[in-house]
């Protein structure tokens, strides 16, 4: 490669997302210890060949569409696309490299643990039509007539479910994102529905704002900030070893078990450490809706708090007394509720209860909102 330039492509409706934001920090992480220098590329860049001719591009992105196009523009310019994304097609796989979780292993992993709980009658639900790693899901899924698509958006997708469930005999759900199965449990409560009892749920994404639903949101655990660091070994063996062969990487993904799906007595898998996790944002009606975007917003917020700052919040969103998160978070009462101080100064509440209210808002479905001093 001609230059200690690490050059990374991500599609533009993924700029402002939460999966995009770990996967730069894992980047620049990585970046920073093998010295390279990140230089993000937009779509106008691919228009200069001089600029990247020979040279490694990471390519970010979920739409097929985009992906393809990406491909193809940067062979054009003798350029080399490395892939990073939840999933390959299997013709990406003979022309590029590239870094992927193991979306197949845990769907098939998740499916027996469900049949060896007696939930045999499993639906896969809010599959996005237009995502490439929905399309993966999809495929891996066994019973093709048990997976209900989204193309109206994701409220639609559960309200019709839930309306129908009585009849459909479903006794569990795993749901594409943990966006569509806290729509569900949510929807479900509304129904008089008791988790885990009537039904267990099961998302992908493990984020915050699941753990802070009641009961808390079991989750296969996406670990995009790990796939950005990985990204970077992976272009670093390339660059350096030169193979003759496309090397493609696969992440574990982890089924964490909590109350939503949680048999009596189960030995719960530890859900000590983990990386905070991307719920993506697109630009089709698939997150449309006052729910969906409740959610979203909720755990953007969580996202922008470091680490221990979003396990204290979600105490606060289970009602969990100080003494119960500095226990949680191996921090002094005092140190946790200097933190708590911190947060309401620096996000613009104006106290503690107008801090846990807007916390709780999403997953009560309140209509109104929380106004912060901003």
Same mark, same amino acid.
């Given at each position: ?17 939460? #999966? #995009? ?32 001719? @020979? ?9 097929? %569409? #985009? ?18 994304? =939840? ?10 490299? @590239? ?26 639900? @809010? ?14 899924? &066994? ?9 109206? @958006? ?17 006794? %569990? ?5 943990? =966006? ?13 529905y008791k988790m885990p009892d009537d039904f267990f749920v099961i998302g992908m994404g493990n ?56 048999? &009596? ?14 719920? $993506?944002?697109?630009?089709s009606k698939y997150f449309d809706g006052e729910t969906v975007g409740g959610i979203l917003s =909720?755990?953007?917020?969580l996202q922008s708090c470091d680490y221990t700052d979003a396990k204290i919040l979600v105490g ?36 503690? $209860?107008?801090? =846990? ?18």
């Amino acid at each position: 490669m001609k230059s200690n330039n690490l050059y990374v492509l991500a599609a533009p409706h993924s700029k402002n997302s939460y #999966w #995009w934001a770990n996967i730069k920090r894992g980047l620049i992480k990585n970046s920073f210890e093998y010295k390279y220098n990140l230089v993000y590329l937009t779509s106008d860049d691919l228009k200069m060949p001089s600029r990247i001719s @020979g040279e490694m591009v990471l390519i970010v992105g979920h739409n097929p %569409a #985009w992906i393809n196009e990406s491909i193809e523009a940067l062979f054009a310019l003798k350029a080399t696309p490395l892939l990073a994304n =939840t999933s390959m097609f299997q013709g990406h796989r003979k022309t590029c490299s @590239g870094i992927v979780l193991g979306l197949e292993d845990a769907i098939l992993d998740t499916i027996e643990y469900l049949k060896s709980c007696g939930r045999e009658r499993i639906v896969f639900l @809010g599959v996005n039509p237009d995502s490439i790693s929905d399309k993966i899901k999809s495929d891996v899924f &066994p019973n093709k007539n048990d997976i209900i698509f989204a193309p109206e @958006g994701i409220e639609k997708c559960v309200d019709a479910f839930v309306k129908k469930l009585q009849d459909l005999k479903y006794n %569990a759900a795993l749901c594409a994102n943990d =966006t569509v199965a806290i729509c569900l449990m949510k929807k479900m409560a509304e129904k008089g529905y008791k988790m885990p009892d009537d039904f267990f749920v099961i998302g992908m994404g493990n984020s915050f704002i699941g753990q802070g639903m009641t009961p808390p949101l079991s989750s296969i655990d996406f670990n995009y900030y790990e796939m950005g660091k990985q990204a970077v070994n992976l272009y670093h063996n390339i660059k350096t070893s030169s193979p003759e062969y496309n090397m493609v990487l696969t992440l574990e993904c982890k089924l964490i078990i909590r109350d939503s799906a949680r048999m &009596p007595n189960y030995d719960v898998r530890s859900d000590s450490r983990r990386e905070k996790n991307a719920i $993506s944002s697109s630009e089709s009606k698939y997150f449309d809706g006052e729910t969906v975007g409740g959610i979203l917003s =909720t755990e953007a917020f969580l996202q922008s708090c470091d680490y221990t700052d979003a396990k204290i919040l979600v105490g606060l969103m289970n009602n969990k007394p100080i003494k119960a998160i500095s226990e949680e978070t191996f921090l002094g009462e005092r140190a946790v509720r200097y933190r708590i101080e911190n947060l309401i100064k620096q996000k613009g509440f104006r106290n503690r $209860s107008e801090l =846990t209210e807007f916390l709780k808002s999403s997953i009560n479905n309140k209509k109104e909102g929380i106004k912060r001093n901003d």
